[in-house]
């Protein structure tokens, strides 16, 4: 009798242990979600590094509202990308055509659709309950 494993134990550990399961998948959405979508030290377009010595480019996108952190070749192209919006932009770059335009604009409508859902209130809801319980508990 004393191999007798109790039915409530059991399905205790197995609540637990679904518990870790679900918290573990809830640290991996928000760590997903900031490892590739915000880090500082790549380009948000093409995810080429960017070295620390950027004050220069930095300086520029900012003087000239570009809302990504790029690298100087992607903020060449989204700024080409506005002019030719607007009916301008470097003609030179001929293969900056309807394809390459359309692609930009892909590139920036996803971009809104993930600030969008890290908005959400089921995003913040995740957040909050992560800061309440914490990491090990």
């Known amino acids: 009798m004393a ?3 109790s039915f409530e134990d059991k399905k205790g550990l197995a609540e637990e242990k679904q518990a870790s399961l679900t918290k573990m998948r809830k640290f991996q959405a928000v760590r997903k979600v900031f490892q590739c979508t915000h880090c500082a030290l790549k380009c948000e377009k093409c995810g080429s590094q960017i070295s620390g010595d950027q004050s220069k480019t930095d300086l520029y996108q900012r003087k ?3 809302p990504y952190n790029f690298c100087d ?3 060449e192209e989204y700024l080409d990308y506005i002019e030719r919006l607007k009916g301008a932009g470097d003609l030179d770059c ?3 055509n309807e394809a390459w335009i359309d692609a930009w604009k892909r590139w ?3 971009q809104g659709s993930v600030d969008r859902y890290l908005k959400s209130r089921e995003f913040k ?3 909050n309950e992560l800061k309440q319980t914490g ?3």
Do not use: A, G, K, T
Request: overall charge negative; aromatic content about 14%.
């Open 3 to 5: 191999n007798i494993i």
């Open 108 to 110: 920036i409508d996803y």
């Open 125 to 127: 809801q995740l957040l």
């Open 73 to 75: 070749e992607c903020s």
């Open 64 to 66: 000239l509202n570009v």
């Open 94 to 96: 001929y293969w900056h």
């Open 135 to 137: 990491p090990d508990e």
